[in-house]
């Protein structure tokens, strides 16, 4: 069973087919087929790798950044749905997403529940319920849209779509990561201001002041995993175990006896344990009660939930997968995307908000079971003024990804934990935490997935003084306004998928994010040279274990256009063996440029700081004043 | 008048000389004389130099690390003192010495102003005189104190006295300013607590978040200076005006009209511009109103605060001509100090907290001065495992002092702005500062110097793993728990002086800062080996420069030790010719191991990026994880 190799010839392939048989929905099942097929060997050692340190490290880490947005998201959605979807509502759809992902997915890293997004779309239906005049049918409806579309995710399963995945690369993954970032951060002080209305201006403030004190502590905290302090494990140990600490400190903290318990700070309600929010709901929403007008109204707003769905499910297992992780085990994008429409059925009879990949946790979980080595790098360094000055000698440390324990143990036990929490006794020790809290919270996320996104990597490349940038770095070899006028693309996506979310729009945002991919296919290579797509962008993925379950490694539009164009000039000289022989030719040569690139890229990567830059990128650049 | 080279053999001397000639204290005025003499010819010079950007940064730049201190230990003081020193007490003190010390002064660079210690020392005789039932005395009875310690500073600088603050090194003065810094740090929570109480909690709540985005805010704008981000000019004007712009900010925050303005914050007390704070109270204190016995009683207290300011003045001119600097122009201690003898006078007598050298700041003053520029530094790394491994090349940033614009007018153009400030209209502007805009202050300068301590910096370096050390590191030759036993001593000191000053017995506190000299000097040769004093421990000042105020360098008390011993082992061989045959060759040869070793340790420095590392050591590791 050793796989590593086998997956860049997987029989998952469209290439060199013809006719019928060329077309994806005209083939239903196979991509879900071979998903199961793929995985299902891998099943015993999933259980089986799931014993050892990391996976506890993982869990709570995840538990912990899966949990607390989730409630915070909860308060958000109480506030606008008049307490529809309350704090068991939350655990119960964050349960059960976990449990059956965590057991039936293909996918186990890709941890999902309730994002921000989903929030926004249950209430912003609910407020054109509220303008249609049928408030009181919110339930029934807001059920009809998840039949929809637990219905339309379906079909797409079914009919192989979510292969057009692959085309997804960092401008469009990192546009939406960057929307995503922002809406985190607005969350945050939206969180802050309605505490100061609330309840009292005193709690209030004192409100901001733990919000910001337990943003500062988590970035502290995890900090310290990128400095050369203590041990490699206890370094790791405090960075993963940052929000625990965090969160039990400052929930502590706000108990302190005196003026600051007194001060009437707001708290996570207080709720009975395993029943609905609304007293006297059944579980089971009675959603064919609804007047069948509303349900076909409710067909076009499923479609754009199923929409929202296939970008952003699929773009978390693709950032949970992505190229930084030395991944082993294959994907399953099709059969994954079937059991989120289960979820979305489940949940919407029952009444709850309904779960998807969480798109800035996702590659948290991933990054929490990858086991890192700090290795030393010797450097030599001297002052290029004087000319003669002599080699001083450095040590640096350098981080790298040796392994990531790929199992199912940790999402299951996270499940497991949110189930505990569902309890009477568990609910109470929420009922502990105080609401400032989350605002540190969406900060915390936010800040992290705001720093680590292309679009701020480049415009803080762009303001570094050129002299002190690495000549490893690739950017150097393409003009400011270039990396500018890329990033101002990306930005236009951000900003209009801002600028419709806060309004009734808003459900239809999913609409311009999807309308990124075709961008940056078709627009894209007519404005940017290969030569800079190469460098500014890359696919969010690139392993051949995730996109075998996509239909295998796509060629990219600008290298088959500069391909296109160097034929049509230079004859048929070198390039000429082969043009369009099919699939196992044409996908070497289609990558030839980019793979080749990859390499000396992972090279320049680990030179400076490995995962870390990565991952943390702009923060390292903000601390050391290295570009 | 070419100089840099003729201050190692400065006339003032007391090396080769014996009989009566050889006491300090038999000589009077000699040190005052060759003072002026020395420094005199740089008279035009220090107008002349003063005209260029730097001037104006500085001078913007200490001028609000001036300021801003100086009223929140004044708000400090009001609550300690009944308000017999308020607002315009302040402004006249720092007014007053500013004016004196820019025009008359040998050492223009140390800024003059109202420290921590004053204040605490004058609240703290303000409680003894209330114990002894002697409350109304206490203007007359302070200005005695005043007066004594007058007198006494004269006789210091007539004897020549401050010769001895040429033995002072690291261990004692960073131990002081540890001290000092931790002294700030718990003044910016004494002052968010009062806050709380003094107006109501809404008001305290919002006063911490103003208090902590303030010091967040001058942190990040500081940092700015140590990135490679825009042109070297652009990040450092905003280094350089991190303070007014954080200043100006958060203070226009705090007027934001509705809930904010609407909370009562707390702010700068208006008043009477020009008067005294206290009504009906004559500048001038009728200090020939008291009793004898008191006259008497202040004399020791006078004597305490003598050898307060002949510890902080001096230190802070220290530090302000420290070795990090480039300096050209002569020093002059015995001058300074009795210039400040006259400062206490006047000040004694109008009833004013007396001003002395501020200790975090007057560093901070040079540094605003000093042209560093920028340089590129290539460097080669390779990752030691593969061990046949690339090496990469990278860019990075040094940053080199070249320059200090050694002037008066900084100086002096803060003391026209200062005297601007006692002013009606400009009394009304400081009226709209909130208050706990200080507290951020506080933390902002207290964590400067925190961090620029040698002892932070010692035990980040024990948390460090040893691996990631810089091979160029001198403290990779001790063992970890030798420079933590070396940190202990330095503590001690720490710890000592601070219980003591939250006693009554506060005011005996510079006894104890003080008998780190001789410990030092004495009882530290006996507990570490030279080479462990060599690399923990450095003259705090040992330019020429400065020296040759003090009557130039001294021998280290280790080295002497070390070779007193060699001569006894191995005979008189190498070491024999000149034994004690005067100055010129005594000096030198006692400190050659020092300077060889100092060559050296500069080089490293410059390659682990100069000043930056000097100065903000701690943050930049921990920012950077390399130590």
Redo the contacts between chains.
Sequence with gaps: MDPSSDYANDPYTWEGLSGWKSYHTLRPFRGMYCDVRRRLPWYWSDIRDGFNYRTLAGTVRIFFVNLLPALAFQLDMTRHTDGYFGINEALFSSALAALVFSTLSCQPLTVVGITGLISLFNYTVFAITEECGIRELYPQFIAWVSIWAAITHWIAAICNWCDYMRYITDFSSNSFGMYVAIIYMVKGFQEVTAL?YES???A???G??IA??YF?SVVMLE?VG???????SIRKFIADYAYPIATIWWTGFSHIRG?IRD?GLARIPHTRAFYPTIDRRPWLVDFWTLPVKWVFVALPIGILLTLLFYYDHNVSSLTAQAKQFPLKKPAGFHWDFFLLGCTCFIGGIVGIPLPNGLVPQAPVHTDSLTEYK????????????PEEG?????????VNATLVREQRISHFLMALALVGFMTGPLLDVLHTMPRALFAGVFWAVGFSGLTAMNITQNI?YC???K??????DKRTTLKKSRILYYVFWQMLGVSFSLGVSFTRAAIGFPVIIISLIPLRWILLPRLFTEHELLILDAPTADADTVLASMGGRPTLPEVRMMEEKRRQQGGDGEMGEGSGSGSSSENPRGMRSREAFKDEEE??L???EGREEARRGIQ????????
């Design positions: 100061y009292n201006p005193s209030g403030y004192l901001v002041v910001l004190c500062f900090t990128s400095t050369t302090f203590f041990t490699p003026h001060s700090d290795t030393l790098t010797k450097s030599k360094e001297k002052d290029i003024e002599d080699w001083v000698h450095h040590n640096r440390k350098v803080l303001l570094t003084e002299r002190f940038v690495d000549p490893s090279k320049e680990e030179g400076s390292a650049t903000l601390r050391t004043g290295h570009a």
